[in-house]
């Protein structure tokens, strides 16, 4: 039986330290805007993973293939192509953003609240939600799910998004919370969020995949919207500190695959720490159809798959870092 | 692939099969001299007169020789087990007998017409009464009642490549003098039959050394010669080399389908008893690794020459399966040794690099999992899998022997289980016949009780009549009503399998089989006579999936949002869902089994559990308990094809569910390892095997870092508990090619079930099944 002597003593320094993890936003309480779950992700990192994609990003990368991905709130994808206009989705709407006018279906996207009532009215699957309000807890719960098959791979949880640094507190208690269950972790970041933010989340990654546009500035500018200057600051700190680091630049034709561009990515790395490895993921165009679904013009050629002569090129200078250099389609 | 291997291949990929008169017309003069005489002596003397008088034959470049017939387009008749069918279809509509000689036409006439009433079909169809009857038509369980002979067996083929049939023989003589009535009846046919095998094997000797002579070739004739030594060896005698291990376990696996056409009969963990004959042979240079591949592919292609003649009705849409050049002969490698260490070892990776090279559909190969088994032979599984071929199947021993102790099999001799057929972990020669009555169709059992124990399809009453449809007030009465059909019809179909197993032990007795498997000798009883030493009756279902996505549909829409009645659902039903396409849309909108949603996983467990938990409670004809499987072959097309829509969405016709905890054909969309955490919602210990089948596509195979996480995929699935999975590598590109150009596609071969089949071969609704199959991809 415990005395009342014992339960006042002051608390030992391993539960002091529980107590202040406690008085962060608990699991539960901490909720973030997660569009999927996304099981047997073998390919953001090693072994099987879980990817966890957050909603909103900073950047509007021109060849975006997750534009859903890029607003921070939820939105209602809408297929004209697959809608019966039936009506259904008219009488559930209580915004009046969904009207039938002539026998066809208006959506005016601006009412809309992403309430997701035409979603479960519409027999068609025309319709669907992306983003759902989700505590960590919850999400945490489905990724741990899949325990026995990462740790036969190596595998983990993987935080992308969107830009998982749009939601900073939410990805780091994904990562913390699973690093605490003893899962490898890993963060998907394009890097360009204030630097604190980025080592108080990126602390509890095992491994950092972090997105490299290039390195010409009016370019950088004016295919992502934003300047690369924090992107790099940032990635030099990551290497600098040693942290395990697989640089990802997408390829693609005409924007990003001109060699200058790799030479200096090359010339740059010569002056930061290793990372551990380089993938060039080739541009494709699976992205392409969900702008038409979120009412989006798609502003790039539909056809910017780069030459196969360009990637071999790239892949040639990056080597020439002696980091391994990986193509990816 | 070798020039030989290659052009053998050819052969048997390319003939033409057309049935024979000689085995039919040989057993039949047997039995009209014998009459009287005790069943068992006839037998053996019908198999000795077949092996003594068959006609045989060696196929120029063969190394191994033997087969069932004549020549390798040649297909016997088996008389014993059932001969209306055969006569009714000869030159009409049979499948091989569209080319039949004249001659032959009569010869097999005249034998036929001695066997009508005097068959084991004959005998146990008296047991279908009219109950049973109406069920079976309806298609609510499937079973063949003795249209041909008992299988899914390992026989014990190790003994004879170690000791030799002589062994056997003294065993015998030792035994008899402590033997009377029918027990020395049966150790005489037994010898009988056994020397029957030895004077076959010492006539290919002789052909073989008569080719020799006339032969101009040199090479050749000194192999024909190599033939005939070895010929005059095994099987009578223990094996000294590889070679003769092969040849050895080859003459003993024909001859014992030879004795009877029941199909499954599995090789057992041949990597482990030709090892040493194996590892020998290379350190003394007698062989080097080239030409022991190239012998394991020539016994490959000997095993998928093997053919059947199959009664369409029973073995429903067989051919179109692709079933019918398939014998689902299992072979097993990998495990463990009796003190639990790896097993696998360097036959076991050639094995599957000589598969790899020659890519025929038999044999069955089968990988015996253990977290001990060694990376090196994991990685030469992966290397198979990645061909194509569906091989191996993957698996699970810890929860194998589970199920093994659970049937009665002692810890001390459980490591050395094999498997047998798509998915059974057996005794190699210890373990019965699998007297399995069929395969229960559980979606039928549902269609039954949501028409109150009448069939729509036929408009038959064949069930209990547990309450209309509307009465339902909760799920939870649908659930009984359902528990309480199911009750019923497993009752219906176990009804008539005492007398049908009867008629095999009566009619059909196997005096040769008898000699490979424990302790038939030692208590002078056949192995159809409970002979054996353990017993496997099994009883699979198919269907459990769809039945727990039209439970969740219903429970969802009908009972909890009330978006629809059960009227409305039936209603809808009764149409094949034409002109309700709202009601299709709706129900295809709830969860579905595969995704690991515990909404309709926690049915798809209930219901599964209700059929193990019934099946169980029947005891087998010898004394065990019937074994509840999850897994079938083929026969989620033909319980499809008599099955009506379904409140899953399913539309009328169409095939259940593939394998036996899969999810319904492209239902599964949250990536494998979803699938595997449904799969291993139900209780995979309650049952004696689950099916899983898992399609991936190519690109997963193309990394060796992808292709790695796909092996830890499959070891995950384990560690959950999972018993068996199989894999398909394979692009929807690809089979829709194959589909639309089946001359450039002779090649693919594809997993269906526990078995792999040329794609082209298969119908369309078997195809646009394996297609509409969800293909996990790289993401």
């Known amino acids: 039986m415990r005395s009342l002597a014992t339960a006042v003593e002051p608390l030992p320094t391993t539960l002091a330290h529980d107590a202040a993890v406690q008085s962060r936003v608990s699991e539960q309480e901490q909720f973030g ?3 999927d779950v996304q099981r047997w992700s073998i390919h953001d990192g090693p072994g099987i993973r879980t990817t966890v994609f957050l909603k909103g990003c900073p950047l509007r990368c021109l060849w975006c293939h997750n534009p859903e991905l890029q607003r921070m709130s939820p939105e209602t994808t809408y297929d004209p192509a697959v809608c019966s206009a039936c009506g259904a989705c008219v009488d559930e709407c209580p915004s009046d953003a969904t009207r039938l006018v002539n026998g066809r279906i208006v959506f005016r996207r601006r009412l809309c609240q992403a309430c997701g009532l035409c979603v479960d009215m519409c027999l068609n699957d025309a319709r669907s939600i992306v983003g759902k309000r989700t505590s960590a807890a919850q999400v ?71 997105d490299l546009k290039g390195m010409m500035p009016e370019v950088h500018k004016r295919v992502t919207g934003v300047s690369q200057r924090l992107i790099l600051h940032n990635l030099r700190q990551l290497l600098d500190h040693g942290a395990q680091v697989w640089i990802r630049i997408p ?79 | 692939m070798t020039a030989r291997t290659q052009k053998l291949k050819s052969i048997v990929l390319n003939r033409q099969p057309s049935i024979e008169a000689d085995r039919a017309e040989l057993v039949t003069a047997v039995y009209q001299e014998n009459e009287g005489a005790p069943t068992v002596l006839t037998r053996a003397r019908a198999l000795e007169r077949v092996l003594t008088r068959m006609p045989l034959h060696i196929q120029d470049g063969e190394l191994l020789v033997g087969r069932v017939s004549a020549h390798p387009d040649r297909v016997p008749v088996y008389p014993e087990y059932s001969v209306r069918w055969i006569a ?89 003098p402590r033997a009377s009535g029918q027990d020395a009846t049966m150790l005489e046919a037994s010898r009988t039959a056994a020397q029957a095998v030895i004077a076959w094997s010492r006539r290919y000797a002789g052909l073989a050394r008569q080719l020799a002579t006339g032969e101009t070739d040199l090479n050749r004739k000194r192999e024909l010669e190599q033939i005939a030594e070895i010929c005059d060896n095994v099987p009578a005698n223990g094996a000294r080399t590889f070679r003769e291990g092969l040849q050895s376990v080859l003459f003993m696996h024909l001859a014992v389908q030879i004795e009877s056409n029941g199909h499954g009969i599995g090789l057992g963990r041949l990597d482990q008893y030709l090892h040493t004959l194996f590892e020998r042979d290379l350190v003394t240079g007698a062989i080097d690794r080239e030409q022991a591949a190239e012998l394991l592919q020539c016994f490959f292609i000997k095993l998928a020459e093997i053919p059947k003649l199959r009664k369409a009705g029973s073995y429903r849409m067989a051919r179109e399966g692709g079933i019918s050049g398939t014998m689902f002969q299992n072979l097993t490698i990998g495990g463990v040794n009796a003190a639990g260490a790896d097993a696998s070892n360097d036959l076991s990776r050639l094995i599957m690099e000589a598969m790899g090279g020659i890519r ?12 001990a088994t060694a990376r090196q032979t994991i990685t030469a599984a992966a290397g198979l899998i990645s061909t194509g071929i569906g091989m191996p199947a993957w698996f699970n021993d810890s929860t194998s022997t589970h199920m093994l102790l659970e049937e009665g099999v002692p810890q001390i001799d ?54 209309m449809a509307n009465d339902f007030k909760t ?95 039936l209603e809808a039903l009764a149409h094949d869902f034409v002109g309700y396409d709202d009601v299709e849309k709706r129900l295809a909108r709830a969860p579905k089994y595969g995704n690991d949603d515990a909404y309709v996983d926690s049915i798809a467990r209930e219901t599964a559990t209700m059929f193990c938990t019934e099946v169980r409670k029947y005891s087998d004809p010898f004394g065990g308990y019937y074994i509840p499987v ?127 089949a040329h794609f082209v071969q298969l119908s369309k609704t078997v195809q646009d099944e394996i297609i509409a199959r969800t293909a996990h991809s790289v993401r």
């Open chain 2, 414 to 467: 459980v490591w050395n289980y094999s498997m047998v057929g798509c998915i059974y972990p057996t005794m190699p020669g210890q373990s019965g016949h699998d007297a399995s009555p069929g395969v229960f169709n559980m979606a039928k059992c549902l269609e039954i009780t949501l028409n109150n124990g009448v069939d729509p399809v036929t408009g038959n009453r064949v069930g209990l009549a547990t309450g």
């Open chain 2, 475 to 569: 799920f939870d009465e649908l659930l009984d009503a359902f528990h309480r059909q199911m009750t019923y019809l497993i009752g219906l179909m176990m009804r008539p399998w005492p007398g049908i197993v009867a008629a095999y032990r009566d009619l059909a007795p196997l005096p040769l089989l008898s000699c490979l498997v424990d302790d038939c000798i030692e208590r002078g009883r056949d192995v159809c006579a409970d002979g054996a030493r353990y017993h496997a009756c099994r009883l699979p279902a198919t269907g459990n999936a769809n039945v727990a996505d039209s439970l969740a549909a219903i429970r969802k829409f009908v009972f909890e949002q009330r978006l629809l009645t059960l009227s409305q659902v």
């Open chain 2, 88 to 176: 009714d279809g000869l030159g009409r509509g049979l499948e091989c007998t569209e080319d039949l000689d004249a001659d032959s036409l009569s010869r097999l006439e005249q034998a036929l017409a001695y066997w009508d009433g005097k068959t084991v079909w004959d005998f146990g169809h008296r047991f279908l009464d009219s109950e049973v009857s109406g069920a079976l038509e309806a298609g609510a369980f499937l079973h063949s009642s003795g249209i041909d002979g008992l299988g899914r067996i390992v026989p014990g083929y190790d003994q004879v490549v170690r000791n030799g049939l002589n062994h056997v023989i003294r065993e015998i003589d030792a035994r008899l």
């Open chain 1, 251 to 329: 390829v693609v034709r005409d924007l990003t695959d001109d060699p200058e561009n790799f030479t200096a990515i090359a010339r740059f790395l010569a002056t930061t720490g290793r990372p551990h490895r380089i993938e060039l993921l080739t541009y494709h165009e699976h992205g392409v159809s969900k702008y038409g679904l979120l009412g989006r013009q798609y502003s790039i050629a539909a056809d910017s798959v780069p030459a196969g002569s360009k990637i071999k090129q790239a892949k040639a200078i990056l080597e020439q870092t002696g980091v391994a250099v990986s193509v990816t389609a």
């Open chain 2, 360 to 371: 025929v559909v038999q044999p069955t190969i089968s990988l015996r999992y253990s977290p």
């Open chain 1, 140 to 210: 945490l719960d489905e990724v741990m799910r899949d325990v026995p098959f990462y740790e036969r791979s190596g595998g983990g949880l993987t935080v992308s998004g969107g830009e998982p640094l749009a939601q900073a507190d939410f990805a780091e208690t994904l990562l913390r919370g699973a690093r605490q269950r003893g899962l490898h972790t890993v963060l998907d970041t394009c890097g360009y969020a204030g630097t604190p933010v980025l080592t108080r989340v990126a602390q509890w990654a095992d491994l950092i995949l972090y």
């Open chain 2, 630 to 756: 999850l897994g079938v072959a083929n026969w989620h097309w033909a319980a499809g094809s008599m099955t009506g829509a379904l409140p899953d969405g399913r539309r009328k016709g169409l095939p259940l569910a593939d394998g036996g905890v899969s999810a319904h054909y492209g239902r599964d969309h949250k990536g494998p390892t979803s699938l595997m955490h449904s799969a291993t919602s139900l209780d995979h210990y309650m049952t004696g095997g689950t099916l899983l089948n898992v399609k991936f596509d190519p690109s997963v195979f193309l990394e060796a870092e992808t292709s790695e996480k796909a092996v830890s995929l499959l070891e995950g699935y384990f560690a959950l508990g999972g018993h068996h999975c199989q894999c398909n590598v394979v692009s929807t590109a690809e089979l829709k090619a194959a589909q639309a150009n089946p001359q450039d596609y002779r090649h693919l071969i594809v997993r269906v079930a526990g078995y792999s």
């Open chain 1, 33 to 35: 805007i997660v569009s």
